[in-house]
């Protein structure tokens, strides 16, 4: 059971209070632009600015039902050597995100890491329901893995990461390369505060579905939009075979309705004899990766991420 007063830093409970008083409506009672539009203004009042870097490019690569839309970032000018590279799945549901929302953060990880991102604009729903997002993040991971002439990178390595419902679709897009391996291995995986397991039966459901940013009626908005199929592990992956399962960091934060969902998906995962770090933030909320100016120890746990990140890489001689 969780503590009846939960510790929560003192900038979370900040911007958690600054939330209150905007007074915004639940996700369900907005039309789907008023809350993609909400999304995307948050982002402008609550994530650091962007970091200066010298590639970032949009292009596109062929999908099940036409182009995807992708976006490169790369710290480095001019690459000519192999290397890894991080594909990106962003979060919001698989409803209200997209490229733009997370392109601040995709700045920084390309920064940090000194590696490739490719951020990959995957369809939404409802327009487009499961399986659509992970049949495309799939799509577009097989192509990166290729090295094509577009790309204008040599690929030796996939890095799937993504936040929330990027989260789910990262572990999913790399069960998938499992099952049918691409041009270039999975060499890591990177899930933050994913969907993996069935939230509604956990602890942290029942303690933080109020409150703490991500809500029950906001987590039943997406499930009534994204019309995933039950029993299906592309929309529950804790359920697939976890013993090929490639090195994986598991970000969760302790006040998030998700947590155990990402706390069982890593206990699984080394239960099969994965190499994993699971870094639990505590006091921190769902969606911290995008809130880094609104809650400047956020930023620190974003920095924890990628110092696993690193960590893990040099462990596995990459």
Same mark, same amino acid.
């Given at each position: 059971? *969780?503590? %009846?007063? !939960? =510790?929560?830093?003192?900038?979370?409970?900040?911007?958690?209070?600054?939330?209150?008083? $905007? +007074?915004? /409506?639940?996700?369900?009672?907005?039309?789907?632009?008023?809350?993609?539009?909400?999304?995307?203004?948050?982002?402008?009042?609550?994530?650091?600015?962007?970091?200066?870097?010298?590639?970032?490019?949009?292009?596109?690569?062929?999908?099940?039902?036409?182009?995807?839309?992708?976006?490169?970032?790369?710290?480095?000018?001019?690459?000519?050597?192999?290397?890894?590279?991080?594909?990106?799945?962003?979060?919001?549901?698989?409803?209200?995100?997209?490229?733009?929302?997370?392109?601040?953060?995709?700045?920084?990880?390309?920064?940090?890491?000194?590696?490739?991102?490719?951020?990959?604009?995957?369809?939404? *729903?409802? %327009?487009? !329901? =499961?399986?659509?997002?992970?049949?495309?993040?799939?799509?577009?991971?097989?192509?990166? $893995? +290729?090295? /094509?002439?577009?790309?204008?990178?040599?690929?030796?390595?996939?890095?799937?990461?993504?936040?929330?419902?990027?989260?789910?679709?990262?572990?999913?897009?790399?069960?998938?390369?499992?099952?049918?391996?691409?041009?270039?291995?999975?060499?890591?995986?990177?899930?933050?505060?994913?969907?993996?397991?069935?939230?509604?039966?956990?602890?942290?459901?029942?303690?933080?579905?109020?409150?703490?940013?991500?809500?029950?009626?906001?987590?039943?908005?997406?499930?009534?939009?994204?019309?995933?199929?039950?029993?299906?592990?592309?929309?529950?992956?804790?359920?697939?075979?976890?013993?090929?399962?490639?090195?994986?960091?598991?970000?969760?934060?302790?006040?998030?309705?998700?947590?155990?969902?990402?706390?069982?998906?890593?206990? $699984?995962?080394?239960?099969?004899?994965?190499?994993?770090?699971?870094?639990?933030?505590?006091?921190?909320?769902?969606?911290?990766?995008?809130?880094?100016?609104?809650?400047?120890?956020?930023?620190?746990?974003?920095?924890?991420?990628?110092?696993?990140?690193?960590?893990?890489?040099?462990?596995?001689?990459?």
């Amino acid at each position: 059971m *969780a503590d %009846e007063q !939960p =510790f929560v830093r003192e900038d979370v409970r900040a911007f958690l209070q600054f939330l209150e008083a $905007a +007074g915004r /409506p639940p996700l369900s009672e907005m039309s789907l632009e008023e809350a993609r539009a909400s999304m995307m203004a948050t982002q402008h009042i609550a994530e650091r600015d962007a970091r200066d870097i010298p590639v970032i490019r949009d292009l596109s690569c062929p999908g099940p039902a036409g182009d995807i839309p992708l976006r490169l970032y790369d710290a480095m000018a001019d690459r000519t050597s192999p290397a890894p590279v991080i594909m990106f799945y962003h979060g919001g549901g698989f409803v209200i995100g997209d490229i733009e929302t997370h392109h601040r953060l995709c700045t920084q990880i390309a920064a940090e890491l000194e590696l490739p991102v490719i951020s990959v604009d995957y369809r939404l *729903a409802p %327009e487009n !329901p =499961f399986p659509a997002a992970p049949d495309d993040c799939e799509a577009a991971t097989r192509w990166v $893995a +290729g090295s /094509p002439s577009d790309l204008g990178l040599q690929v030796s390595g996939l890095i799937p990461m993504g936040d929330s419902a990027g989260g789910n679709l990262a572990i999913v897009t790399t069960q998938s390369l499992i099952e049918k391996p691409a041009d270039a291995p999975v060499i890591m995986q990177v899930p933050i505060y994913p969907l993996a397991d069935d939230i509604s039966v956990t602890q942290s459901f029942a303690d933080f579905g109020e409150g703490y940013l991500l809500t029950r009626d906001a987590m039943q908005f997406f499930t009534r939009c994204y019309a995933p199929a039950e029993g299906d592990r592309r929309n529950t992956p804790i359920l697939a075979d976890h013993a090929p399962t490639p090195p994986t960091i598991v970000a969760t934060a302790s006040l998030d309705p998700l947590r155990d969902s990402g706390r069982n998906y890593a206990c $699984a995962l080394i239960q099969s004899g994965v190499d994993v770090i699971y870094l639990e933030m505590r006091g921190n909320i769902h969606g911290f990766v995008n809130l880094r100016k609104a809650m400047p120890s956020a930023h620190e746990d974003m920095q924890a991420i990628l110092a696993a990140m690193k960590l893990m890489l040099e462990r596995h001689g990459r």
